[in-house]
Nanobody
Framework: QVQLVESGGGSVQAGGTLRLSCAISGYTYSSYCMGWFRQAPGKERERVAATDSEGHTSYVDSVKGRISISYDIAKNTLYLQMNSLKPEDTAMYYC???????????????WGQGTQVTVSS
């Protein structure tokens, strides 16, 4: 049984830093991608960042230069390092596995339950 469990969310002021973690069990990294998505109230779930098994990464334009995705093979954990946070980063953040690196949420097979990030101005 595949399980993805996020942690690390919280409330910070603009300019602050958070690191999200996603502990993955029951899943072996494949040729598909892992990613982080976010969803704000009333908005569609959007892909924030993705990484493949070779370490290639991609980011939505609005977070480039501020946010980075990484995967620790030994710990089987996916991370999202978020710096210089802005109020518009406020959303529920989800990790996902086995999907299309450039694809929408619907292309990912496995999901965590989400962790809330709130950035105040």
């Amino acid at each position: 049984q595949v399980q993805l469990v996020e942690s690390g969310g919280g409330s910070v002021q603009a300019g602050g830093t958070l690191r999200l973690s996603c502990a993955i069990s029951g899943y072996t990294y494949s040729s598909y991608c892992m990613g982080w998505f976010r969803q704000a109230p009333g908005k569609e779930r959007e892909r924030v960042a993705a990484t493949d098994s070779e370490g290639h990464t991609s980011y939505v334009d609005s977070v480039k230069g501020r946010i980075s995705i990484s995967y620790d093979i030994a710990k089987n954990t996916l991370y999202l390092q978020m710096n210089s946070l802005k109020p518009e980063d406020t959303a529920m953040y989800y990790c996902a596995a086995e999907g299309d690196c450039a694809g929408i949420a619907g292309t990912y097979k496995y999901w965590g339950q989400g962790t809330q990030v709130t950035v105040s101005s």
